[in-house]
């Protein structure tokens, strides 16, 4: 595998140097080597928001940074927390909720998950928040069962034509809620994060959640803080009033995420060991070992490793309704897989960082792949991979499965806009490109 990308500039910020890549070449290949998951972004992002409600000190251990988790602590540092980083452990101090009568204006850069799940919780800090961002995150919706649940809050709501900035006023108030979880789970997260604070108790009746992992995660983590939510069959959440989130220190465990695309790789190009996952997760995405067994892929899930090679791939059928964050990863796998392979959950990609039902059909077209969709499913029909140019259309995840496929291709393929994968995994080209995964030739910087 020979890897070739041309690195543009890098600037350096509080934490981190990321490197801005303008486009990389990925030339066909085999990969073999053994490597550790960042930390999960979902995981950091719910400890700092406890951390923020958590009176005194506490460290988050096991972090890597990337883009979104950066953007979750800037919103509370703004909130009044301080955060201090050293080896992998962000240390976070702070009051609890101490309410400023300043508005308060929060840049949730372009995570989705921060936007939604800092919402509610900023309204205890503040009777005035202001929720902005930058780039995809400004063209994603952000609304109608956010307006409704807000209402019902007895706070006022509004924002740009359904999408960001959104502006907050009032004094959150808890009680019955009633909410539409089609769109996904992270509002509703961050109302179970935030109601347990206030005086009095509440109930929040959600209708079609999606995403229900993630509600896991949610109770999990607020669990250990000692914060305690009844889930009744995920359909009703009682809430009691007047808790404390208590905690000293909390451990982040590996980004299942993140990991997908380089344990597809082991699966259709030779064979991957990634460290720091574990089997008894709540993130959504372990079920991606179901897909790859499906496939007939090799797996071998240890405690908190997991081992792919690959197998005689055929076409598979999956269910991504409650992960649809694995889809990019799944098309990657199902473009080598011998036959059509089925995929649903086509609704859940619309709002993400591009349309990703559209860019994965523009981009795999591109490599000589027909994708098509039909009702609520996506249908990949595996073979032959050409090489060729694509757009990541600064979606991460979409970047790093067309850099899987492309081990599989013909020829080079050229992926413009690396850059992108800063937001999740800046060190996602470094563990693909280096040592840790070694192919079949040296790689070369442009």
């Given at each position: 595998?020979?890897?070739?990308?041309?690195?543009?500039?890098?600037?350096?910020?509080?934490?981190?140097?990321?490197?801005?890549?303008?486009?990389?070449?990925?030339?066909?290949?085999?990969?073999?080597?053994?490597?550790?998951?960042?930390?999960?972004?979902?995981?950091?992002?719910?400890?700092?928001?406890?951390?923020?409600?958590?009176?005194?000190?506490?460290?988050?251990?096991?972090?890597?940074?990337c883009d979104?988790?950066?953007?979750?602590?800037?919103?509370?540092?703004?909130?009044g927390?301080?955060?201090?980083?050293?080896?992998?452990?962000?240390?976070?101090?702070?009051?609890?909720?101490?309410?400023?009568?300043?508005?308060?204006?929060?840049?949730?850069?372009?995570?989705?998950?921060?936007?939604?799940?800092?919402?509610?919780?900023?309204?205890?800090?503040?009777?005035?928040?202001?929720?902005?961002?930058?780039?995809?995150?400004?063209?994603?919706?952000?609304?109608?069962?956010?307006?409704?649940?807000?209402?019902?809050?007895?706070?006022?709501?509004?924002?740009?034509?359904?999408?960001?900035?959104?502006?907050?006023?009032?004094?959150?108030?808890?009680?019955?809620?009633?909410?539409?979880?089609?769109?996904?789970?992270?509002?509703?997260?961050?109302?179970?994060?935030?109601?347990?604070?206030?005086?009095?108790?509440?109930?929040?009746?959600?209708?079609?959640?999606?995403?229900?992992?993630?509600?896991?995660?949610?109770?999990?983590?607020a669990?250990?803080?000692?914060?305690?939510?009844?889930?009744?069959?995920?359909?009703?959440?009682?809430?009691?009033?007047?808790?404390r989130?208590?905690?000293?220190?909390?451990?982040?465990?590996?980004d299942?995420?993140?990991?997908?695309?380089?344990?597809?790789?082991?699966?259709?190009?030779g064979?991957?060991?990634?460290?720091?996952?574990s089997?008894?997760?709540?993130?959504?995405?372990?079920?991606?070992?179901?897909?790859?067994?499906?496939?007939?892929?090799?797996?071998?899930?240890?405690?908190?490793?997991?081992?792919?090679?690959?197998?005689?791939?055929?076409?598979?059928?999956?269910?991504?309704?409650?992960?649809?964050?694995?889809?990019?990863?799944?098309?990657?796998?199902?473009?080598?897989?011998?036959?059509?392979?089925?995929?649903?959950?086509?609704?859940?990609?619309?709002?993400?960082?591009?349309?990703?039902?559209?860019?994965?059909?523009?981009?795999?077209?591109?490599?000589?792949?027909?994708?098509?969709?039909?009702?609520?499913?996506?249908?990949?029909?595996?073979?032959?991979?050409?090489g060729?140019?694509?757009?990541?259309?600064?979606?991460?995840?979409?970047?790093?499965?067309?850099a899987v496929?492309?081990?599989?291709?013909?020829?080079?393929?050229?992926?413009?806009?690396?850059?992108?994968?800063?937001?999740?995994?800046?060190?996602?080209?470094?563990?693909?490109?280096?040592?840790?995964?070694?192919?079949?030739?040296?790689?070369?910087?442009l």
């Open positions: 595998m020979r890897l070739l990308y041309n690195c543009k500039k890098h600037y350096l910020c509080s934490r981190l140097i990321i490197y801005i890549l303008t486009d990389i070449i990925i030339h066909p290949g085999t990969v073999r080597g053994e490597l550790k998951a960042p930390a999960s972004k979902s995981v950091v992002q719910r400890a700092l928001a406890a951390a923020l409600l958590n009176k005194g000190k506490c460290s988050i251990k096991g972090y890597s940074p979104d988790a950066e953007a979750a602590i800037s919103i509370i540092e703004t909130l927390a301080t955060v201090e980083t050293k080896e992998g452990v962000l240390t976070v101090t702070s009051t609890g909720p101490i309410k400023t009568k300043a508005p308060i204006k929060l840049n949730c850069g372009e995570s989705g998950l921060s936007s939604r799940l800092f919402a509610p919780v900023s309204m205890l800090f503040c009777n005035d928040a202001t929720l902005t961002g930058r780039g995809s995150l400004l063209k994603r919706p952000f609304a109608p069962l956010m307006r409704k649940a807000f209402e019902q809050t007895k706070l006022s709501y509004s924002d740009n034509k359904g999408m960001m900035p959104v502006h907050l006023q009032g004094v959150l108030q808890g009680g019955n809620i009633e909410l539409d979880g089609g769109g996904g789970s992270q509002f509703l997260s961050g109302l179970l994060m935030t109601l347990p604070l206030l005086s009095q108790d509440s109930q929040i009746l959600v209708h079609n959640l999606q995403s229900k992992p993630y509600i896991d995660l949610t109770i999990e983590i669990a250990q803080f000692g914060v305690e939510i009844q889930n009744s069959d995920y359909e009703l959440f009682n809430i009691r009033g007047k808790q989130y208590s905690r000293e220190s909390i451990d982040v465990e590996g299942w995420s993140g990991a997908s695309c380089l344990l597809v790789a082991g699966a259709i190009a064979n991957i060991t990634v460290n720091n996952l089997l008894d997760s709540r993130q959504a995405d372990k079920q991606l070992i179901e897909a790859l067994r499906l496939a007939g892929a090799n797996v071998l899930a240890g405690k908190d490793f997991v081992k792919v090679s690959g197998g005689e791939l055929t076409a598979f059928e999956f269910d991504a309704r409650n992960c649809p964050d694995l889809f990019p990863a799944l098309v990657a796998l199902a473009a080598s897989c011998s036959g059509t392979s089925s995929i649903r959950g086509v609704g859940r990609l619309v709002s993400k960082e591009s349309d990703r039902a559209s860019t994965l059909q523009s981009e795999y077209a591109g490599l000589g792949l027909s994708i098509s969709t039909k009702d609520d499913r996506m249908l990949i029909s595996g073979g032959k991979i050409k060729g140019e694509v757009r990541s259309h600064n979606d991460h995840r979409i970047a790093m499965s067309l496929a492309a081990l599989r291709a013909d020829a080079p393929v050229k992926i413009n806009g690396a850059e992108c994968v800063n937001k999740s995994y800046p060190g996602f080209w470094d563990d693909f490109l280096g040592a840790k995964i070694s192919g079949t030739s040296s790689q070369d910087f």
